[in-house]
């Protein structure tokens, strides 16, 4: 069986940055072979444990779906960015107009799938890449994004639950957070 580590953070990035494939993290290294990319490696993973559909359709939904994620990423990057006049403003503008426009978008898409995930009929990378960014939302950490952003939207508060009970992350989350 495969050795598998991720590193998503490391004290000593400074020092292996230049010896990471792309000089950034994420990357997974498998036995010797170290990948980067956070969309790779989860294409990846999900295709050595059944979370990535084989079905060419299925595959698709997922990929699309990944790329909507993207678009969440971005337009949260606003919440990282180095403390400069016009933040607040870029915040605002993402809570209030970015991320209600692309919810609404996802939820809509959800109510078309008739499921509680993503693209299908069982749990994919992409449900799981939406319950990472969910579960941010909902912690708190993002001083001006209020957790209860996707509250109103019904399919979306579905998804997150049927990933924040299922067995495997249920036992992941209540592991990570005795640490």
């Not at 319950?131 to 998804?159: E, F, Q, R, V, W």
Request: charged fraction near 25%.
């Amino acid at each position: 069986m495969p050795s598998y580590k991720v590193t998503y953070f490391d004290i000593k990035f400074a020092e292996r940055k230049e010896s990471l494939p792309l000089g950034q993290v994420p990357v997974l290294t498998v036995d010797d072979q170290v990948i980067p990319q956070e969309v790779a490696i989860l294409q990846y993973i999900g295709r050595q444990s059944g979370l990535y559909p084989l079905d060419r359709e299925e595959a698709l939904k997922v990929d699309i779906m990944i790329n909507v994620s993207d678009d969440i990423y971005a337009a949260m990057m606003a919440f990282y960015m180095p403390d400069n006049p016009g933040k607040e403003i870029m915040k605002k503008m993402v809570v209030e107009e970015k991320l209600p426009k692309i919810f609404g978008h996802f939820e809509r898409h959800l109510a078309k799938c008739g499921t509680s995930f993503c693209a299908g009929d069982k749990i994919s990378i992409a449900d799981i890449r939406f319950y990472c960014i969910l579960y941010t939302i909902k912690s708190g950490i993002h001083a001006g994004l209020p957790t209860n952003l996707t509250d109103k939207y019904p399919h979306i508060s579905k998804l997150y639950q049927a990933i924040d009970t299922h067995e495997k992350v249920a036992s992941w989350n209540q592991k990570s957070q005795a640490k």
